[in-house]
């Protein structure tokens, strides 16, 4: 062979495709496998309640003003009426809502689902309810409203589970739905008509019961509002447009507190403007007022609470595929140093023998992930493979002395590698050092070797050993 250091380059050329060709073959078996897993969480949506968002109480009242217009002259003139309706709301001043979160897991096969279950006291006051007072706009106009209704607004109303509302001492008979043009999701209670235009305070209690899917949002509609969750759930993540002003979490649970002013947030005139009032799900699919295509500026302000698995096996078995490339190129660049300078022979198949391996492990841990806790997934992942590399390089290195270290290497590797799953803000800082640490040792490793005589020693080099052919 001409040239063989060329000839054996281009083999292994082919074996780093045909392993790159593997490796997305497997991401793609990866995001299959979460897009079944949002499938279920779809599913439990459609069958329990989607995520939720929790707006209110406010009181409207519809109105229709009407007035007579005259045209026309003699004995054509006719008189014609004209309308208008528009809708009279009062917002609470104060709105405090005391609220306990209990979780459920829900499961379709292998796939399991957060759903919560919120039990919530709300109270909300207002000091006068002058805005419900009607005035004409035309004169000689004639006016009519509606009784004056107290609704509260979900994302799902088949996660209300029971509801209870009392205006003083006095209990009110709560009906579905809330006869709003917006919000309609939900569920009303009709007002005494003396409430309209009071000047004394009022203040409404409400008891809910609310299940829903893997995240809670609520609009801080009061002049004032007051929000304190606990839950027990560990792993809380705040999102939204504001975050709590106290916020504790551990192993038993969380316990958060907003406090917000309606000089802080729009959420009073985004209601009023017929702004929908969204789930803060990444899934428009789940939520009954967020339809395709609607961006934050299309909602109302709120806040929101998702109740995420930190340790979600698909996210986590991603992000390692994602470092399959350097795992091949690595471990290739080892055995190519034990050729290099213990005068080895190694096949391109065995390289391709071992990419395979090293593919293999990624393929073990998003399998083995859907039946076991991710930590004990990856050890026993890793421990196949570095076990199966290490006999394997003992062989095709020529003894146990060299197929070990590679083997120690590997495992290495796949230590590393989990290290920087279970980290967030230093995953880079940290895998941009260790792989410096690899190009260093391999410099200082390769700092004597003569590249350009490379190919005259391989072409002036001995036959293989008789122990790799076959015996007489």
């Known amino acids: 062979m001409k040239h063989p250091l060329i000839t054996k380059l281009a083999a292994l050329a082919a074996v780093f495709v045909l392993l790159l060709v593997g490796l997305a073959q497997i991401e793609d078996v990866v995001r299959d496998r979460q897009r079944y897993r949002t499938l279920t969480a779809?599913?439990?949506?459609?069958?329990?309640?989607?995520?939720?968002?929790?707006?209110?109480?406010?009181?409207?009242?519809?109105?229709?003003?009407?007035?007579?217009?005259?045209?026309?002259?003699?004995?054509?003139?006719?008189?014609t009426e004209q309308r208008r309706e528009f809708l009279l709301t009062a917002m609470p001043d104060q709105l405090q809502v005391r609220s306990s979160v209990g979780m459920e897991e829900r499961a379709r096969g292998l796939h399991k689902v957060n759903t919560f279950s919120l039990k919530a006291h709300v109270t909300a006051q207002w000091a006068a309810l002058s805005g419900l007072q009607a005035h004409s706009t035309v004169k000689g106009s004639r006016l009519q409203c509606g009784a004056p209704i107290v609704m509260l607004a979900v994302g799902d109303a088949r996660g209300i589970r029971t509801a209870q509302v009392s205006l003083g001492d006095q209990a009110l008979a709560l009906k579905p739905g809330t006869f709003h043009p917006t919000y309609s999701r939900g569920l009303h209670a009709v007002l005494p008509e003396a409430v309209r235009g009071q000047a004394q305070p009022m203040t409404l209690a409400l008891d809910l019961e609310l299940v829903g899917t893997e995240r809670l949002a609520i609009v801080p509609l009061g002049g004032n509002t007051e929000v304190k969750?606990?839950?027990?759930w560990p792993h809380p993540s705040f999102t939204g447009r504001f975050l709590p002003s106290e916020r504790t979490w551990g192993p038993e649970g969380f316990t958060a507190q907003w406090r917000l002013s309606s000089l802080a947030t729009t959420a009073q005139q985004d209601v009023?403007?017929?702004?929908r009032i969204c789930a803060g799900s990444h899934d428009a699919s789940l939520s009954d007022y967020t339809p395709a295509g609607?961006?934050?500026r299309d909602c109302a302000?709120?806040?929101?609470?998702?109740?995420?698995?930190?340790?979600?096996?698909?996210?986590?078995?991603?992000?390692a595929t994602k470092y399959g490339l350097l795992f091949i190129a690595l471990t290739f660049v080892a055995v190519g140093l034990?050729?290099?300078?213990?005068?080895?022979?190694?096949?391109?198949?065995?390289?391709?023998?071992?990419?395979?391996?090293?593919?293999?492990?990624?393929l073990l841990l998003v399998s083995l992930s859907e039946h076991l806790a991710f930590g004990w997934s990856y050890l026993a992942a890793a421990t196949a493979c570095v076990v199966l590399l290490g006999y394997y390089a003992s062989h095709m290195?020529?003894?146990?002395a060299r197929g070990l270290p590679l083997a120690a290497g590997v495992a290495l590797l796949y230590g590393l590698l989990y290290v920087l799953?279970?980290?967030?803000?230093?995953?880079?800082?940290?895998?941009s050092v260790a792989l410096f640490l690899v190009l260093t040792a391999v410099m200082v490793l390769t700092r004597k070797v003569n590249w350009y005589g490379l190919a005259t020693q391989r072409a002036d080099s001995p036959a293989p050993p008789a122990a790799h052919k076959d015996a007489p």
């Not at 989607?50 to 707006?55: A, D, V």
């Not at 022979?345 to 293999?360: D, F, K």
């Open 397 to 400: 290195l020529g003894g146990l």
């Open 294 to 296: 609607t961006t934050p």
């Open 301 to 319: 302000d709120s806040f929101s609470i998702a109740f995420v698995d930190p340790v979600n096996p698909y996210t986590l078995a991603d992000r």
């Open 229 to 232: 969750m606990t839950g027990t």
């Open 338 to 362: 034990f050729e290099l300078m213990k005068r080895l022979r190694v096949h391109p198949v065995q390289y391709l023998l071992v990419g395979a391996a090293l593919c293999s492990f990624f």
């Open 421 to 431: 799953l279970q980290l967030e803000q230093t995953a880079l800082a940290v895998g």
């Open 272 to 275: 009023l403007g017929g702004r």
């Open 42 to 79: 779809q599913s439990v949506a459609e069958s329990l309640a989607g995520p939720q968002t929790l707006m209110g109480p406010m009181i409207h009242s519809a109105c229709v003003e009407t007035w007579d217009v005259e045209s026309g002259k003699g004995e054509e003139r006719r008189t």
